[in-house]
């Protein structure tokens, strides 16, 4: 068994030895993420909270989901009229939900970094569930394990990352874990939306995404995220489809036995194509349900990892 994990902020929180025990935990958990089994006991009695200071349907719904299939109580704390809102600072929320009694807070933000000062301020585990441009480490573990089911293994991968990198927070936690495990990242961007640092990451970079294609084992497409960009980083999202879009011409470059993921929710039509979102090696509902699975491993590794013989009961 590997050290206590006390929070989850980002991949760097993780050993090897975490990956590999969530990644197994998930295993034995998917069967109840995809309903073939009851609900298992586990965190019964736990209350999990759900803090959403961002807009977010699936991740939140993938949480919650994750947290009553194990039995553990959940209470939403969402930003529609929390008085976070209402100018509270993170400091006092922190303390409200301690008094609450939660044992466990998943935050999702628009602020990079909240996740580590809440950690600070509160004694319970804090899991990120995205913060800004930072991190999104459940998100790279959720695609990790879905490329696992498929391939066995990660290493020697080459899996390609294209689209936003620069407004990316599940490509700075993709990158990361990808390589954790031996796969070898190569990412293709536009100029524009390539990060500054990019070069300190450890991966190729490239902005030529035909010249990838055959080369791919998966071909991971991100989310243009127009929300958080404040001034025009491409011309148009019909230029950004022609140049960067996977379509059904592109795919037909990727192997027949590659993978096509995104971590949802898809712009159809912008960095993917209707047809390209049907074609038979996309995964991305497998990734919804497997995020289901993954999230329960990783509750279970921060809040009852001293009773391990519970999982198959
Ligand atoms: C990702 C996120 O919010 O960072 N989506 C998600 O977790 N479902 C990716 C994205 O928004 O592009």
């Known amino acids: ?30 069967p109840i993420a995809r309903r073939e089994r009851a609900s ?10 759900n803090l959403f200071l961002e807009d977010s349907t699936r991740t939140r719904l993938s949480f919650d989901l994750a947290a009553k299939r194990l039995s553990a109580d959940v209470v939403d704390f969402t930003q529609e009229g929390t008085s976070v809102n209402k100018g509270e600072s993170l400091l006092d929320t922190a303390q409200t939900l301690m008094a609450l009694g939660v044992d466990l807070v998943v935050l999702r ?41 498929h391939r066995g293994s990660l290493d020697g991968l080459r899996m390609t990352i294209v689209g936003d990198i620069l407004h990316s927070r599940v490509a700075r936690s993709e990158v990361e874990l ?10 293709v961007a536009p100029p524009t ?22 080369e791919t084992d998966v071909l991971y497409v991100l989310r243009v995220q127009r ?4 001034r025009a980083f491409f011309p148009s999202t019909g230029e950004y489809a022609r140049i960067w879009g996977v379509n059904a011409d592109r795919l037909r470059l990727l192997p027949k ?44 590794l921060l809040l009852a990892g001293a009773n391990r013989s519970e999982v198959s009961s």
């Open 1 to 30: 068994m590997s050290a206590a994990l006390t929070d989850l902020i980002a991949i760097r929180d993780l050993t090897r030895d975490h990956v590999d025990e969530i990644l197994a935990g998930a295993r034995e958990f998917l």
């Open 40 to 49: 298992a006991p586990t965190l019964r009695g736990r209350i999990v909270c």
């Open 109 to 149: 933000t628009s602020s990079s970094g909240a996740p580590t000062q809440l950690a600070r301020e509160i004694d319970v585990p804090v899991l990120n569930a995205g913060d800004g441009w930072h991190q999104h480490p459940t998100q790279a573990l959720l695609d990790a394990f879905t490329i696992l089911e």
């Open 178 to 187: 990808m390589r954790m495990m031996g796969a070898e990242v190569t990412l």
């Open 193 to 214: 939306l390539q990060p500054p640092d990019v070069s300190a990451w450890g991966v190729r970079t490239t902005s030529d995404l035909e010249a990838e294609l055959p």
């Open 227 to 230: 929300e958080r960009m404040h």
């Open 257 to 300: 036995d590659a993978l096509l993921m995104h971590p949802g929710p898809v712009n159809r039509g912008v960095e993917l194509s209707g047809t390209a979102m049907e074609d038979s090696r996309a995964v991305i509902t497998e990734q919804v349900t497997n995020g289901i699975a993954v999230r329960m491993a990783c509750l279970y």
